[in-house]
C-alpha cells in the first residue's frame, strides 16, 4: 500500500500537464538535424572501407535491438487506453445530488412514517409516509429505475470508472510484461526526443522497478502512460526505417555480416 501511494505522488505532478490528442501529426524534427533514419543510413554509407562493415554490423545490432526490446508497442489498444467514455466530473456530480435527494426523500418518508407510529401525526398521514417511503425505495432498485429514465446513477458511474481503469491496468500489465516495456523504449530516444521528457521519469522509473500497472490509479496516469507509448511508436517506426535503409547500404556495399532482419515480434 506505501509503495502504491508513494508511486501515486510519483506520478500525479507529471500527470497534471498531460494532454492527449489523438490523430495529432508527429513531432517535427528540428532544423538542425537530420531525420534519424537518414542519418543512420549516411553512418552505414558513410563506414570507413578498411573497416570491412564492422562499424555498420555494430549499427545494426544496435538498431534490431531496439526494434526487438520495443516491439510491444505495436499491441497498444489506443481506445482503451484513451478512456474517451470516462464519466467527467460533472455528470457524476449531477448523479451524486440526485442519489443525495433520493435518500432525503426516503428518509422524511420514513420519519412521517414513525411519527404516526407515535401517535405525533394523524394515522392517515402516517400512512401516506409508509406508501411514499415503499415508492421511494422501489424508484432506487435499478430493474424499476431503468424503466422510466436511462440516466446512469451515481453508483453506476463510479463502477464504470473502475471498470475502465481496471481494463486499462490490465493492458498496461500486458505490455509492460515481465521485463517492463516504456524504460526498454526510453533508448530509441534519439530517434524522438520527446522521449526524454522529464514528465515521463516517473513512468519510465516505475517501468524499470516492474511496477507501473499497480501505479496507474487515476485516468491522468494512464493518459500520460499513452502518451509515452504514442510517442515510443513514433520512434520505433523511425528505427525500423533507419534499420533498413542501413541494410541496404550494406546490400550496395556487399557488407554482408551486416544484412540482417528484423528479429519477429514475441
Known amino acids: 500500500m506505501a509503495q502504491n501511494q508513494t508511486a501515486e505522488k510519483a506520478l500525479a505532478g507529471a500527470a497534471q500537464g498531460a494532454v492527449l490528442r489523438p490523430g495529432r501529426a508527429a513531432d517535427p524534427v ?18 570507413p572501407a578498411g573497416s570491412d562493415g564492422q562499424e555498420a554490423e555494430a549499427r545494426q545490432r544496435q538498431l534490431r535491438l531496439m526494434l526487438r526490446q520495443c516491439d510491444r508497442v505495436l499491441l497498444m489498444d489506443f481506445e482503451l487506453l484513451a478512456m474517451n ?40 398521514i402516517a400512512g401516506g409516509g409508509f406508501g411514499a417511503f415503499v415508492i421511494i425505495l422501489l424508484l432506487g ?13 451515481y453508483l453506476d458511474l463510479l463502477i464504470k470508472r473502475q471498470r475502465m481503469l481496471r ?17 526498454q523504449c526510453a ?11 522529464t514528465r515521463f521519469s516517473g513512468l519510465l522509473r516505475l517501468s524499470e522497478q516492474t511496477a ?32 533498413f535503409e542501413g541494410n541496404q547500404q ?14 519477429g515480434r514475441t
Open 250 to 263: 550494406a546490400i550496395d556495399r556487399g557488407w554482408q555480416s551486416a544484412v540482417a532482419k528484423p528479429e
Open 30 to 47: 528540428p532544423g538542425n538535424a537530420l531525420p534519424a533514419a537518414s542519418r543512420a543510413g549516411q553512418q552505414v554509407a558513410a563506414a
Open 212 to 243: 507501473l500497472p499497480r501505479a496507474l490509479s487515476r485516468r491522468e496516469h494512464v493518459r500520460l502512460y499513452l502518451i509515452y507509448l504514442l510517442e515510443a511508436e513514433k520512434a520505433y517506426d523511425r528505427v525500423q526505417a533507419a534499420f
Open 187 to 197: 533508448r530509441m530516444a534519439e530517434f524522438n526526443p520527446t522521449l526524454r521528457n
Open 85 to 124: 467514455d470516462w464519466p467527467d466530473n460533472f455528470s457524476v456530480a449531477t448523479a451524486r445530488r440526485r442519489r443525495d435527494l433520493w435518500l432525503f426523500s426516503a428518509l422524511l418518508a420514513a420519519v412521517v412514517f414513525l411519527s404516526g407510529l407515535t401517535g405525533f401525526v394523524p394515522a392517515w
Open 141 to 153: 432498485i435499478p430493474a424499476v429505475r431503468r424503466i422510466y429514465t436511462s440516466t446512469p446513477s
Open 167 to 183: 481494463d486499462a491496468r490490465k493492458h498496461a500489465e500486458h505490455l509492460e510484461g515481465e521485463e517492463g516495456l516504456i524504460w
